[in-house]
DNA sequence: GATGAAATGTTATAATATATCATTTTCTGA
DNA sequence: TCAGAAAATGATATATTATAACATTTCATC
């Protein structure tokens, strides 16, 4: 069984980092400015195992100091969804970094609903079967949402 | 290429009929009441091809004569999203009718953002691709969302 | 430094959803 | 059949999520 989550003891703070040098380049590419507001948006995003919903970031920017109104943040969670930085997981009405900026990918999102830790995967097999059954209906997929709601490992035998 | 959706010229009403049949049927099974506003509200969803939210059902109430608030077309839905006579479309904050209530699957949704009509699929390819990644995680499904938005092949090709 | 485009600030409000308590309806068992 | 309990609905208020519209600031470019 692989691993759903990071395992035990590895460095957050470095899975951030990285994020953020990542977003930057993903930014620089599409000639889009990585703004103070984004980057302290995609940052809480990202220091987060769980999905953030738009009004807990608002209460999180708040709290550093800035005083901030809900466009602001929905604006700036806009930018990160289009750019494919943050997704939207349509089922919580919340927010989660994507590992995978740089690359075009149908993801899917495992949640639990018992520590709500939630872990995207990018599985070929499920990616394939929603293309296939779109051709097979003559469908032309735009997007798509694959949530996946239930236990995760430690939750389940814990 | 099958069809998405119900080729032209079948009867709706009958359609629609034959749903409400298999509601009552369930209902009863699960010792549940089929009262007026659930039937009503069923109703109201199978009559539309598209997700219906549940203020539309709220305005089409009202507009039938009955004087309703929001927390009883809300009851109404988690009566019937919860006995699967009805599934909830994440991504558009709508509801619509299932097709086979009385059986467990795991549906999956085709969303035509040009016309707005909604198909439900229930394909086990696709079905079993989510268990296996699941399994392959060690994740325990409770709940799967599986939401493909696009264009139908009418909207694609006129 | 002037200019225009992009981003953010500000205010107001729309859209979606639920908590709570009162009342009515329906079921159950004496 | 009717008293009591349970289920459903009514009514009021409010929480949560999201956007419209216009003002101001920031920033790249000339």
Known sequence: MSDLFPKKGHDHDRCVHSALAQAEKVCDAENARFTDMRRKVFTLIWQSH?????YELLDALTAEGQRVQPPTVYRALEFLTELGLVHRIESLNAYFGCDRPDCEHLGQYFICTD????????????????????????????ATTVEIKGLCHDCATH
């Open 50 to 54: 769980k999905a953030v919903t738009a």
């Open 115 to 142: 520590c709500g830790r939630v872990a995207e995967a990018v599985n070929e097999e499920m990616s394939n079967a929603v293309r296939k059954a779109a051709m097979g209906v003559g469908f032309t997929i735009q």
